[in-house]
């Protein structure tokens, strides 16, 4: 399958618009492609359903898309988080050329080899977000995120109901291994998972698609000629039979935000969720966040989940101490970042993308990944007043909700895939694009007064 799907690619890209041949590629790539299997050559970076996905859509955009849709401003910001973002793997690994010896355990170095490695998986990492932000730039490429994304998942939720029947076995079925996680219970029934590796994510992923589904039912649209408020009603009941209380919570939210709210207050809400997010590592360190409040919130819910609540942030807080030692560019790869107990053992959890990042890359490589997903969701807000559709408000709203709580999800999980930077590389493309628009306008009406004024003088 991994071999077949650059020439699956191929069809998509011969036979449809870029965008949607884009939003195909990455889509049933993350839905459809098995989980942990990996092509790999000698100096090579590992080709897995995550790389094949980004470069195969990246030569079709190339062959496919013969120049920009419109003039991009130069975000100076973005540029800066993107050369951060691939410059901070090489200093980690550059600075970490020292073997850590715990017990019997020797953790290796990092070194200058790995370090050009890492810095050049770093580059393959963001090829979605520069496809998003180069090709997503229309109002209708936004609608048509929300289209492939709904109908999508429509269709996957017959495998996701299959599962729930009778248990997550369609990737051993399938592709003749299991994926090698255990199999997660929540109230006495297995969790699905199909072909994402992970019931968390595959729940996470159904919730977005319920919220994008509310925003086209907002706008009147009618997904494969089925009513919004079915459809959005349908992918929800699926949601809670997935048993993820963090995404049931999510959903509960933000299906009737997109529903009722005004985009602007959406826009507004979304920037605070990035906001919290880019924050939480020092209200962490400052012991500011109110962790023993949402560890009595869960023990509401269930013992289970309190304690687990519980164990994690414990887990939080001897991992950043350990972080502390190397706090602006992280201890690199090879477990560096966890925590060895005196004979060697390795008891760290490091379940938040956030705690991961900022303990291989530092505070530097956290502000420069979850920056580039937050500064577009901080743009769109910024420029909600040029927009004169109430068609395009709602979309854009609903997509920076999406893109914000992907984010928030990365604190106590981690959710970063090459569908998220797509969508993140999108949401800033087309409000780039709204910006270049706005001051167009702004530079035509002033040169109309200026004519407008020599006439008269």
């Not at 990737?171 to 003749?176: A, S, T």
């Not at 996470?204 to 649209?221: D, H, P, Q, Y």
């Not at 009618?222 to 009603?233: H, I, K, P, S, Y």
């Not at 702004?442 to 007064?449: K, L, Q």
Request: hydrophobic residues 50%; aromatic residues 12%; contains cysteine.
């Amino acid at each position: 399958m991994l071999v077949v799907w650059p020439i699956v690619v191929i069809v998509l890209f011969s036979t449809r618009q870029p965008g949607s041949a884009t939003l195909l590629t990455f889509l049933g790539a993350q839905l459809l492609l098995p989980v942990g299997a990996v092509i790999k050559f000698e100096m090579i970076p590992p080709f897995d359903k995550n790389s094949i996905a980004s470069i195969s859509a990246l030569v079709g955009c190339l062959i496919s898309v013969r120049r920009p849709k419109s003039k991009r401003r130069k975000f100076w910001l973005t540029d800066l988080l993107i050369f951060l973002f691939v410059l901070c793997p090489f200093i980690s690994g550059v600075l970490n050329d020292d073997p850590i010896v715990v017990g019997g355990t020797v953790v290796p170095a990092v070194g200058l080899y790995d370090a050009l490695s890492s810095a050049e998986n770093a580059m393959i990492f963001l090829i979605p977000f520069f496809i998003g932000r180069s090709l997503f730039r229309e109002a209708a490429d936004i609608e048509t995120i929300m289209r492939i994304l709904v109908v999508g998942w429509l269709f996957y939720s017959v495998l996701i109901l299959f599962e729930i029947r009778m248990g997550p076995q369609l990737h051993e079925w399938l592709y003749g291994y299991s994926e090698g996680l255990a199999i997660e219970v929540r109230e006495g029934a297995m969790r699905p998972r199909v072909f994402t590796g992970n019931g968390l994510l595959l729940t996470f992923f159904e919730m977005t698609a319920a919220v994008a589904s509310t925003a086209l039912w907002r706008i009147g649209v009618r997904v494969l000629n089925l009513n919004g408020g079915f459809v959005t009603a349908y992918l929800s009941v699926v949601l809670v039979w997935c048993r993820s209380l963090g995404a049931i919570l999510y959903g509960i939210t933000l299906v009737p935000l997109v529903r009722f709210a005004s985009p602007q207050m959406q826009a507004r809400i979304a920037s605070g969720l990035v906001l919290v997010s880019l924050l939480y590592p020092m209200l962490r360190l400052a012991d500011l966040f109110p962790t023993q409040f949402l560890v009595e919130m869960a023990n509401n819910v269930s013992t289970d989940r309190s304690n687990s609540l519980e164990y994690r942030f414990m887990q939080e807080d001897l991992l950043l101490k350990h972080e502390i030692d190397r706090f602006a560019f992280g201890w690199g790869r090879f477990g560096r970042n966890r925590v060895y107990s005196e004979d060697g053992q390795d008891h760290s959890v490091t379940d938040g993308r956030w705690i991961i990042t900022m303990g291989q890359f530092g505070f530097v490589g956290f502000l420069a990944e979850f920056g580039l997903i937050a500064v577009g969701v901080f743009y769109a807000g910024s420029i909600f007043n040029r927009i004169s559709s109430e068609r395009e408000r709602v979309l854009l709203a609903a997509l920076s909700l999406i893109v914000a709580i992907n984010l928030v999800e990365c604190l106590p999980n981690a959710p970063i895939i090459p569908w998220t930077l797509l969508l993140a590389g999108g949401l800033l493309g087309r409000s780039e694009a709204i910006g270049f628009e706005g001051r167009q306008r702004s530079s035509r009406r002033s040169a109309f007064g200026f004519q407008k004024l020599e006439g008269s003088l």
